[in-house]
């Protein structure tokens, strides 16, 4: 597996910095629940990038980190259902809660190939919510045009996420060292459009 170089430490330290800002201060004014959602995702955000300064990409073979980071866009959905579809937040979370579930217990019960696809599937309907809801919004006027940033970050991500994807299932797009040669600039500009997507909130 490829060592991780001081570039890639330098981006992945940008991104912890920004997901420490986004938890300070990025979400003055928002209801309780949404900057519970909101933060749950930015602090394992944050834990998962210093997980990999000091472990490196070894780090993305550890079952744990790989299920604890399924909270990134479960709760970053779950936090813009709460704040611009209130009434959808209930099922939403049901659906989080199981998808969550399937995911731990698929990780220690199944051959990788179903549990990768299980993990897909979560981070997709997830991923669909973060990258269609700010666009849909925007468009209609709803929210500022720079919220739409949101829907770029899932956009930026759902890339790398496809890379891993293929990646696990052997059968990989690009070569393991290129995947993660681009994975750190990835999280950064992922991590960027969101706090900055989130400011027009």
Known sequence: MKKISALDRILLLATV?????????????????????????????????LLLIILGFEGLEIQAVVIV???????????????????????????????????????????????????????????????????????????????????LGAAVIGLGGLLLAFLKAGQPILSQKTILTLLPALIFLMTAAFVSGLSFS
């Open 17 to 49: 910095l920004l997901a420490a800002y986004q938890i300070a201060g990025g979400m003055n004014g928002m209801e309780p629940l949404t900057i519970w959602f909101y933060t749950v995702s930015f602090g394992t955000l944050l834990v998962a990038g």
């Open 69 to 151: 980071s399924t909270l990134i866009p479960l709760s970053l959905s779950l936090g813009l259902i709460s704040e611009h579809l209130v009434e959808y937040t209930i099922p939403y979370l049901i659906i989080c809660v199981v998808g969550f579930t399937a995911i731990v217990i698929t990780r220690f019960s199944v051959t990788d190939r179903i549990a990768t696809i299980i993990l897909a599937v979560v981070h997709g309907i997830a991923g669909l919510i973060i990258f269609l809801l700010p666009i849909f919004l925007s468009i209609r006027g709803a929210m500022p045009a720079g919220f739409a940033l949101v829907g």
